[in-house]
T-cell receptor
Framework: NAGVTQTPKFQVLKTGQSMTLQCAQD?????MSWYRQDPGMGLRLIHY???????DQGEVPNGYNVSRSTTEDFPLRLLSAAPSQTSVYFC???????????????FGPGTRLTVT | AQSVAQPEDQVNVAEGNPLTVKCTYS??????LFWYVQYPNRGLQFLLK??????LVKGSYGFEAEFNKSQTSFHLKKPSALVSDSALYFC?????????????FGTGTRLKVLA
């Protein structure tokens, strides 16, 4: 299994440009999330999905869109990039627990985005 | 509001000594609790989690964590630190009662193990 893959690894955008960060997992996990990591702020949840066709907002959703048309893919779209969106973005997935409880998240390697 | 605090930005410990990385949380009800580790230029890796039961949870690479409900803490520990343990450590919580999938992460603690 490749696990969770993210593309691109690095990206530089100009203010106002749009782009899509790709995330894919081959573990048939129902749950997927997008986080951004900023110095001194830890990871903050942008959007998440509990299954194909179902998405919801996290802590910092403004300026980002997501969709989940398949179990495997969960792209993150930046509509009009701003310097405040300069960050490292991580995608994560986890399986639905079979019984009561919770399963851990599996993280991708990240995308480092710079907006000038 | 729910929150997670990791009060130390950095912890230095000599190789072979015990280490503790602190985490406290403020979440209504009984949360799920996690520790993750991040090595340079990598994604986060799962170390351990607390769901219920024994307050001492054992995880990967010899790490363990102690859940203390009265102090709302979930400190990460290891009896004997290795230089290879040097990394960024994150505590995370998820409210089990809300029915959502929202995780809250702490700001991270950089562990430096000195040879």
């Amino acid at each position: 299994n490749a696990g969770v893959t993210q593309t691109p690894k690095f990206q530089v955008l100009k203010t106002g440009q749009s782009m899509t960060l790709q995330c894919a997992q081959d573990m048939n996990h129902e749950y997927m999330s997008w986080y951004r990591q900023d110095p001194g702020m830890g990871l903050r949840l942008i959007h998440y999905s509990v299954g194909a066709g179902i998405t919801d907002q996290g802590e910092v959703p403004n300026g980002y869109n997501v969709s989940r048309s398949t179990t495997e893919d969960f792209p993150l779209r930046l509509l009009s990039a701003a310097p405040s969106q300069t960050s490292v973005y991580f995608c994560a997935s986890s399986p639905r627990p079979q019984l009561a409880g919770v399963r851990e998240q599996y993280f991708g390697p990240g995308t480092r985005l710079t907006v000038t | 509001a729910q929150s997670v605090a990791q009060p130390e930005d950095q912890v230095n410990v000599a190789e072979g000594n015990p280490l503790t990385v602190k985490c406290t949380y403020s979440v209504s009800g009984n949360p799920y609790l996690f520790w993750y580790v991040q090595y340079p230029n990598r994604g986060l890796q799962f170390l351990l989690k607390y769901i219920t039961g024994d307050n001492l949870v054992k995880g990967s690479y010899g790490f363990e964590a102690e859940f203390n409900k009265s102090q709302t803490s979930f400190h990460l520990k290891k009896p004997s630190a290795l230089v290879s343990d040097s990394a960024l450590y994150f505590c995370a919580v998820r409210d089990r009662g809300s029915g959502t999938y929202k995780y809250i992460f702490g700001t991270g603690t950089r562990l430096k193990v000195l040879a």
